[in-house]
């Protein structure tokens, strides 16, 4: 049996003490525990001590925003008071949220305005992860790389790898910085709502835009400082707009994304679109939004050649490397696809078979 | 680093519960090798199977990824709480009649998050089985005769409150199954008509040789 | 007795193991928890391919909690499943062939502390030439990976001709040639390996494990740590899942084994899942070559088949692996000619093995994806193509194989019939398709895998005299079901509930011999043992009842826990009273009854693979649907009709079947056991690529489709009440089902698993531009074949042995002995009267 190794555990009751703790050093956060647990498990991280945010009441709970958080957020976007999200709330408690499904039974059209994180968050992992994981946890989710996620002795076999005790990337030797992917799913749903997170810390909270968390970096992939906390998400109201999530992966369950599109939209009566943003994940280091694709889109209406064009746009940036599932070839390749599949669902079109033979299911509510 | 042993009081399957254990423990560590409870099974300690599943406050997790030092005051439900007052749970009863079980290595944390299902939602579709043993491989089944003792569980549970449960307690006790008055034919067949079958002869009417 | 009589036999039944398993009561060997006991730790390689130069274990031995450190100077003895390979050391001697490859052993109070003190045992290793694709193997012969094998680093190469293939090209309208991939795949049984190893009151060792093959881990412990048999009791645990993968006697069982011998503490050992991957023994990953000639109306004049096995870096049972390739083709549909060469190389990776079909899936994809070529060429429906070249039943195949019953062709009028075949064939949408294969499989192998007269399997019955009975075998219960078989043909014959009888099993003190859970050999051998031993016992009890109420012997029938007149049915006394009276008559009342398969008409060297006493035989269709743009794939539906004999649970059976199609589309859609070898100008490494169950792709319950199950009855008589196998045939014809299904849907051939949506699209692409619409291997190299062994078919008056080998044939040693009485291919004269044709 795999085993952790020894550590200190704090079991802190509010954020300023979580923070006084996590200002000492040599110390990680634990929320859900399943990406840093088995991180730990394969000795990728051995903090020597965790503070575990499971008794801190005020990062649990979704609330009706507050106005007066001076989000300097994506400003087309934010318009009265939204949602807050506790980054303590876990992704089961998420789904279930009334007010996230809202407009949404599984049936298209979809038009619920945050639907793309339903989904997004609905195909995390498994129902037993989701349980545990939080949507706090799935945001500051470690990336993910095939020469990285291995036990101690396969890392040694390798000689190690830039992100953990050696000097290479493994999947571009010749490359200066860490390839790692970001590989959660809610950040580019999130980042696709123009959300906004809070960060606290000994020294005091500050506000940014999610999509500032990320860097394009496989190992500083977040601008999070080791001493502070994301204590909540911010959703701004979004009147007007629906958003999807469509995500690849080998399996319908289990398997983190090889690739997430997320894209939310702002229609007008006619059709045309007012605004527009795409967001892939798992082609980078970060989620990667597309202004190019969402550019093609705003003054059209959805039509298949609008969506084309769209779709060649936002896929060009991707950049998948060789260290996840499937090729990487193809994984470039069927971007285009993904986000025309996500396009056609946001312009109503029923792509519930598609779903089903993609997804392997149709989303259920429950 | 060595650090002295942890100590909590827990609910473990309804039962007040006082542990030590090394501190690096997680709570599957703790149920099997300190509680001396190891129907909980693991095969990979990474949450990448789903083997180690049990309730905490009633909701499936994985145990292999659950701190035990995170676990004062919980309540864990194992597969040895299922049973209650000597009857074990209908879940239990389907699952040995129609085949869900064959190694038995992946059973434990399936019927834990089966049984989370039902206490949810008593009349589950087979897309919401489907979705909700997602998280658990089974490697000898293909899933199917889980799916359908899932469904038979749902036409035994409904019995139990018009007093016919107690045929189930009759046919724990026989080997011989609850299709036994299916013909080879039909139950050589396939398909949907099979599980309605199955289902209704789980709950369970005059089979068994001491139902006679 | 008709068949509807039986009471136990054919019945849907919770099986005899169902209530421990679902209240977790089973126990598994990593459940077991003993007084005192330690845990062991492996260290295991890191380089893919060195000598080992030095370790030094002593900083590992000073931390605190260590109790052991054990090296490979500790288990000099080398030993191996098959008695030709004897290649396994414990721990690495002076080399190490494979990343996971053992070096050293640490055993400490708790797995943490052993875990920690890995890291303080220094290995100093000189690295060597790595071996990743087998075409490298072929064209380096040193450094040799072994010190043994035919040559280089081939381990095993084999050609076998059974009449003249070029002249049967010749005489054919259509020569067809294809060459095909078959990735390999491993097991990934739940439960990881574990074992407990002790030193028992006496002094002897007991090791409880997770192991399918009790028996030969018994004989492997015995020989590699130098104890006598007799002091050595092997208990296999149920299996978590075996499939294969927990039949080779492995290195961290006789490690913990002397460990236990030496601290007189219990050791245990479990293995992480990375260490399952290294263990292995999965299906070999094979390059193949088909050639086949047929007339215009589909009949095949002749097949050449040429296989490229990689081995990875160990024998285990490479060498049957080998022949399997190259066995089965013959048993389904009538091959006059046949030319089959193998080739096994040694490569740096874990060793390959037995998986589910062992040797056999591999070239049946090849087969039926041909036969689907042949069958589009000649305008012939792909189902009425096979239905007109199925093989004669009570046959003996150009390869000297004997069948028995076949059940193919009923197989594919149900399946063709279910699925609706006529009217969705070729008649789909564009995206959607549908395809068909079949196959077959043994039930049992026909020879032991170390040369011996004996039987494969007993069992012996204990009655009490309060009517339960105990049941013996050495048999071991991975999840098939083989205790219920056990008790449910002990109790059919007796007349008891299942409930009556406690299967004992897997412990080699206790029961006798069974060979393993492996070959699809429980069923048929341990029932038909069982049948004879409760056969035995019937007549003792029959004896004395007849002569206790005045009775004709053969007027009593036994059931409904009573021996009673078949024409006066309220005369007769319980079962327990039976009992009680047989033991007034006779005293202890015990009984044992053993199987050995039929003697083999194959004599040729090499024909000890392949002969069973009978065969299975299953017949697929598969649905999927393609998306042209990104080449995604989804099966939605399998139909699946499998040749049973007979089944004695139908609930097992569905199981068994159900369960074959899962792992078969595991194998056709997403597993494969791949490696990644960096830059060798800045690294060494030879790695899995993902040795981890999230990165390997199990299919979840989301990608599982609806399975149609239609079980075929025509009882063998060389079976158990009729029964053939059902644990590994029904995962066979699946994938070329999948392969023929994507074809049916756009056009493309997909000529090696898994059929990934990487490789539809680049099919797709070829056929976009004009080129062949296929993704698969181009060419299959040239091998310096040996001599063929020339063997003439039956029908040419053949004998079964080669004209042209030197040492003729291998002197069959049961006639000489005597032992058995039965004529070749036909069971055994002592089985004849089993099963119900003569109650």
Known sequence: MMRLPYFRYHAPRTVAEAADLLSKGDAMIVAGGTDLLPNMKRRQQVPGTLVGLRNIAELRGISNGDPSTKLRVAPSLSRGDGLMIGAGVTLTELVRDVRLRQGYGGQAPVTGPYAGLWQAARQVATPQLRNMGTIGGNLCLDTRCNYYDQNYEWRKAIDFCMKKDGETCWVATSSPKCLAVSSTDTAPALVSLGAGVTLASATGTRHLPLADLYQNDGIHYLTRRPDEILTAVHLPRLDGWRSTYWKLRRRGAFDFPVLGVACALKLDRSGTVEAARIVLGAVASRPLESSNGAAALVGHALTDEAIAHAADAAAQPARPMDNTDYTLHWRKRVTRDFVTYALRELRGDDTRELRRRVARQELLTM | MRIPHAHITLTVNGEPTEVAFAPYKTLLEVLREDLNLCGTKHGCELGECGACAVLLDGQPVLSCLVLGVECEGRRVTTVEGLASEGRLHPLQETFADLGAAQCGYCTPGIL????????????????????????????????????????????????????????????????????????????????????????????????????? | ?????????????????????????????????????????????????????????????????????????DFPIPYGILPVSQDEHALAIDRVRFVGDPVA??????????????????????????????????????????????????????SLGF?????????????FEDTFFYQGSTHLPIEQHAAVAAKDPDGKLVLWSSTQTPHYVHRALAKALAIPAAHVRVIATPNGGGFGGKSDPFNHEVVIAKAAMLLDRPVKICLTREEVFYCHRGRHPVLMHFKTGVKRDGTITGLHVKTLLDGGAYGSYGVASTFYTGALQTVTYHIP????????????????????????????FGQEIQLDKIAETLSLDPAELRLRIVERPDTLTANYLRIGTIGLAECI????????????????????????????????????????????????????????????????????????????????????????????????????????????????????????AAERARDLLAEAVASKINVPKDRLVFAERRVFDAENPATGVAFSDAVCLAETMFGTIGTTGSYTPPRSAAKFKGGGVGPSPTYS???????????????????????????????????LVRGQVEGSVYMALGEALMEEQTFRRLPPRLSHALVHKFPSMLEYKSPTTMDMPDVITELVEAPDPRGPFGAKEVGQGPLLPVMPAVANAVYDAIGVRIDEVPITPEKILKALDAKAAGKTPRYGPSRFPDIAWPETLQVPPPWEGGDGTAVNDQRRSVPDTRERHGASASAPGVGPRRYEKVGPRER
């Open chain 2, 112 to 212: 834990v998050t089966a049984k989370a299902l039902l206490d949810e939602h008593p009349r589950p579709t087979r897309d919401q089985i489907r979705d909700a043993l997602s998280g658990n491989l089974c490697r000898c089944t293909g899933y199917q005769q889980i799916f359908e003792a899932v469904e038979a569980a749902i036409a035994v549970e409904v019995p139990v409150a018009d007093g016919r449960r107690s045929v189930l307690d009759t046919r724990e006790h026989s080997a011989r199954g609850p299709s036994e008055r299916e013909d080879a034919s039909e139950a050589s067949g396939g398909g949907a008509p099979r599980a309605l079958k199955n289902a209704a002869s789980a709950s369970g009417v005059g089979v068994g040789p001491h139902a006679k």
């Open chain 3, 1 to 73: 007795m008709a068949a509807t009589s039986f009471k136990t036999i054919g019945k849907p039944r919770r099986r005899v193991d169902g209530r421990a398993k679902v209240t977790g009561q089973t126990k598994f060997a990593d459940d077991l928890m003993l007084p005192r006991m330690v845990h062991c730790k492996l260290l295991r390689s890191t380089l893919p391919h060195a000598r080992v130069v030095r370790i030094d274990a002593s900083r590992a031995l000073a931390h605190p909690g260590v109790h052991l450190v054990m090296t490979g100077r």
């Open chain 3, 105 to 158: 052993a640490v055993i400490a109070r708790d797995e943490l502390t052993a875990f920690d003190a890995l890291d303080l045992i220094d290995v100093e290793y000189e690295p060597l030439r790595t071996f990743a694709d087998p075409e490298e193997s072929l064209t380096h012969s040193t450094p040799r990976i072994h010190d043994y094998g035919d040559a280089g680093n081939i381990h095993k190469i084999v």
């Open chain 3, 163 to 175: 009449g003249d293939v070029e002249q049967a090209f010749a005489d054919a309208d259509h020569v």
């Open chain 3, 337 to 364: 000619t046949y030319h089959f060469q193998g080739c096994r190389v040694f490569t740096n990776k874990p060793p390959c093995g037995p998986k589910r079909g062992h040797g056999t899936p591999q070239s049946r």
């Open chain 3, 413 to 532: 009028r149900r399946v063709t019939h279910a699925a609706d075949w006529s009217s969705t064939y070729r008649k789909l949408p564009p995206g959607h398709g549908v395809g068909i294969a079949c196959s077959s499989y043994l039930s049992g192998a026909g020879l032991p895998i170390y040369w011996n007269d004996m039987p494969h399997s007993g069992v012996q019955l204990k009655l009490d005299r309060s009517g339960g009975v105990t049941a013996f075998c050495g048999a071991t219960e991975i999840g098939q079901g083989s205790d219920d078989v056990l008790v449910a043909c002990v109790a059919e014959i007796l007349g008891i509930d299942p409930i009556d009888i406690r299967a004992v099993t897997g412990d080699t003190d206790l029961t006798p011999v069974d060979l393993g859970s492996y070959s699809s050999r429980v069923t048929l051998m341990m029932g038909n043992a069982a049948i004879q």
């Open chain 3, 617 to 651: 035989y299953s017949a697929a269709i598969v649905e999927v649907t393609v998306e042209p743009s990104t080449g995604w794939i989804d099966v939605p539906r399998v139909w699946i009709a499998h040749d049973i004999g007979r089944a004695l649970n139908p609930t």
